[in-house]
């Protein structure tokens, strides 16, 4: 199993590499210092697995993890929060790593990456920030500023009320599952963020458009009118 170790703490990896030196079905391809490293790097190696950093500076580790591109790598986070703060993540990913990490807990991880075949894990907290590639650059979106998002074949267009939207290379139902209640699906291939969302005109058969606080008009269809209604509050 390939591996990449993400943390902004030099002697936290060489800790954490030499520790898994000791399980020869797991390689250390790279390590990154950051958040926007760890995705280039992911991009570069294509690891089957993260050893992941939560607190980084800009970029967090649960960042991160919202970021990578479907279908993305198995996530083991690393933390330095004590034990009372680990079960709120309880289903955040196949294993947490207390720091210090200790031989016997990176095996139960290891254990449990083997076991889990490197499948991603379900749900975790909501990220408040998304990491882009674009054109040899990496820029940093606040969820809190994208307005709504649109699929683009294999990306989801991130549109924040600008003339360009970044692309994310993922499928706009695994990005909707991670940014949880704050938006809507509006049709198939388009959702909206509920704060965002100035008005709801209706149009004919059922079907309405979705007026934006920064002047986008996004489709809504009929089948997804009523659930976007409901969750703005209104019973129709």
């Known amino acids: 199993m390939r591996v990449l170790l993400v943390d902004d703490e030099a002697p936290a990896r060489s800790r954490l590499r030499r520790l898994l030196l000791a399980h020869p079905q797991i390689e250390v391809v790279a390590e990154a210092r950051d958040g926007r ?11 089957d697995a993260l050893f992941l950093d939560v607190q980084m500076p800009e970029v967090n580790g649960l960042d991160v993890a919202a970021s990578l591109a479907d279908p993305a790598p198995a996530v083991v986070f690393v933390t330095a929060f004590d034990h009372y703060a680990l079960p709120a993540f309880d289903a955040a990913a196949i294993d ?107 149009l004919t058969k059922g079907d309405a458009q979705v007026c934006m606080r920064g002047g986008a008009r996004v489709p809504c269809s009929r089948r997804y009118r009523r659930a976007l209604m409901q969750r703005l509050g209104h019973d129709r």
């Open 96 to 202: 947490y790593l207390l720091k210090p990490a200790d031989a016997e807990r990176v095996a139960r991880a290891v254990q449990r990456l083997l076991q889990r075949g490197a499948r991603r894990a379900g749900a975790r907290p909501s990220p408040q920030r998304l990491i882009v590639h674009e054109h040899g650059r990496t820029r940093v979106i606040a969820v809190d500023t994208i307005e709504w998002l649109e699929a683009a074949d294999n990306y989801v267009a991130l549109h924040g009320g600008g003339p360009h939207a970044p692309l994310l290379r993922r499928t706009l139902q695994a990005l909707l599952a991670d940014l949880g209640d704050g938006f809507v699906r509006t049709q198939r291939g388009a959702a909206v963020a509920l704060a965002h969302v100035r008005a709801i005109e209706p």
């Open 37 to 47: 490293e760890a995705l280039a790097l992911v991009d570069a190696h294509e690891p």
